[in-house]
């Protein structure tokens, strides 16, 4: 009977002619006329359960977070394939009479936001205070994050071990609470402020996931996102957690889960990073722990900027933007270097406790006294958070050297990018733990742009006396495609307002 139903099928599925059909009758006939009616009868309750049993063997369902990886791969091969000449054929890429494998790679232009109406608009945060800086200290006591919060995290990092034990049983877990989880939730879904990474030995892992040994960086990579991928099945399948979407194209993997207020951990729908064997984590929180023990401004500034950087839609790294890792640099290396009267705020990294021992031994000292550096200047205590914001906005919209000057926490200096710097369209941002490596290549020509624009945007309300909460208008694209032209902007500031201080020409 099998081998009968496997025949009709070969004969239907190239039927499309005429005499394919009559070829499929005759064969009817031929095999149905000898048999008897209760023959028949059987071979139709036989084909009946065949078909049933065959619809029923269906191939399982792709997990979201395979096919968020798919289209990744999918989108990243479209925009690395060569162009199409007439009729459809790649034609290849020529240099004189030769290809060759030193020419320039082709520019990928990135796409503008395009302005899509929400059902729920994302509005700006209001204050009871009154005044800059009272409305600035209220925001500062809404955005750190609490003991509570804290705990919170710790009780989520024991969840994630429980539910990925039987997948890696030497996994260790560590949970950061990079800011407050109850405070405005201004695009808090696209950078959320809870970072999970698992620690597993890569030697480990590729034997847990049945692979071979692999060491080069590109295999290493592919690693973590197989790892990733698995941890992120069991979470949501076992562990209760709903996957949002994933980044794989960073340097570090990562998927972004929701933790739903049923399991107990948040009184509200809290995103979380998660990630495997990622360092960003690590670094993010011991600058931020030790920023905070050396001068408590220079923590509430970090939170602050990344809080502003988020609601201005510059924070978003998928996007091109800087990452709130990125932007905790930025605001380090204003308070080592941008002061105007001179009095850094924070000493050089190689004064940091902590921090200074993930430097790489490949990168060169800088000091071998680190107690005089550590003796900082007090000349600009009375400068509060407040302040210090519009300071910081003045520095990287009027005196830093767009074009000739690498921001780099390590040297704690204003200085030219190093010779080793790979040269990029975006920030010279210097990788503080490893040689050579240029962090602001996340960035491409529109999301720099846009950097631009919201400095000299929040300049220039600085030097208006303008509130917080129109600084914190969450951004949106225009309506009718128009944005901010950084120049033209630029250059009327520089004519009617003599931003905070004074007419001082911009450098870069």
């Known amino acids: 009977m099998l081998s009968m139903l496997q025949s009709f099928r070969s004969l239907v599925a190239p039927s499309q002619g005429p005499q394919n059909v009559g070829l499929l009758i005759a064969a009817a006939l031929c095999i149905l006329v000898p048999f008897d009616p209760s023959q028949l009868i059987f071979a139709v309750i036989g084909a009946a359960v065949y078909a049933v049993l065959q619809s029923l063997n269906h191939k399982p369902g792709k997990t979201n977070c395979q096919l968020s ?7 990243h091969k479209d925009k690395h394939r060569p162009a199409a000449g007439k009729g459809g054929i790649a034609r290849p890429r020529q240099v004189g009479s030769t290809q060759s494998s030193h020419s320039l790679p082709i520019a990928v232009v990135p796409k503008p936001d395009v302005y899509k109406p929400s059902l729920v608009p994302v509005i700006a945060p209001k204050f009871e205070s009154i005044g800059w800086e009272d409305e600035v200290n209220e925001l500062i006591s809404q955005i750190t994050p609490g003991v509570d919060e804290d705990k919170a995290v710790q009780r989520l990092v024991l969840h994630v071990k429980r539910a990925i034990q039987t997948l890696f049983p030497e996994a260790e877990v560590a949970g950061f609470a990079q800011g407050s989880l109850k405070s405005g939730k201004a695009f808090g879904v696209a950078v959320p402020e809870v970072d999970i990474v698992v620690n597993v030995n890569p030697m480990v892992l590729a034997q847990r996931l049945q692979l071979r040994s692999q060491t080069q960086q590109s295999d290493a990579k592919k690693l973590q996102k197989t790892a990733v991928r698995a941890c992120t099945d069991r979470l949501v399948s076992s562990g209760g957690l709903k996957f949002r979407r994933s980044a794989f194209r960073g340097a570090e993997p990562r998927v972004t889960l929701l933790v739903p207020v049923s399991l107990g951990f948040f009184t509200d729908p809290i995103p979380v990073d998660f990630s495997v064997n990622s360092v960003t984590p690590f670094y993010t929180a011991a600058l931020l722990t030790e920023c905070g023990q050396m001068e408590p401004r220079a923590k509430a500034l970090i939170l602050f900027v990344k809080r502003w950087a988020k609601d201005r839609g510059i924070c978003h790294a998928a996007k091109g933007h800087l990452s709130p890792y990125l932007w905790s640099l930025l605001v380090i290396y204003f308070m080592q270097a941008g002061m ?3 009095a850094p705020l924070l000493p050089a990294l190689e004064a940091f406790a902590i921090s200074s021992g993930l430097i790489s031994s490949s990168l060169p000292p800088i000091s071998k006294d680190k107690a005089r550096r550590q003796q900082l ?3 600009s205590e ?11 906005v003045h520095f990287y919209s009027q005196r830093f050297n767009w074009n000739g000057e690498a921001i780099s ?3 704690g200096r204003r200085a030219p990018p190093d010779a080793s710097l790979p040269v990029h369209v975006g920030l010279a941002i210097e990788d503080p733990f490893e040689a050579g490596n240029n962090l602001g290549s996340c960035m491409n020509a529109m999301s720099l742009a846009r950097l631009r624009e919201e400095f000299v945007r929040a300049g220039w309300l600085c030097a208006d006396n303008s509130s917080l909460s129109e600084l914190l208008v969450p951004w949106a694209p225009a309506e009718d495609g128009i944005q901010w032209n950084a120049p033209a902007v630029q250059a009327v500031m520089n004519t009617n307002l003599g931003l905070l201080r004074g007419n001082e020409g911009v450098d870069g």
């Open 69 to 75: 990886a798919a289209r990744e791969n999918v989108q």
């Open 340 to 342: 105007e009267n001179g």
């Open 377 to 379: 200047p007090t000349a």
């Open 382 to 392: 009375e400068l509060s958070v407040g302040l210090l914001f519009h300071e910081f």
């Open 409 to 411: 926490i390590r040297l």
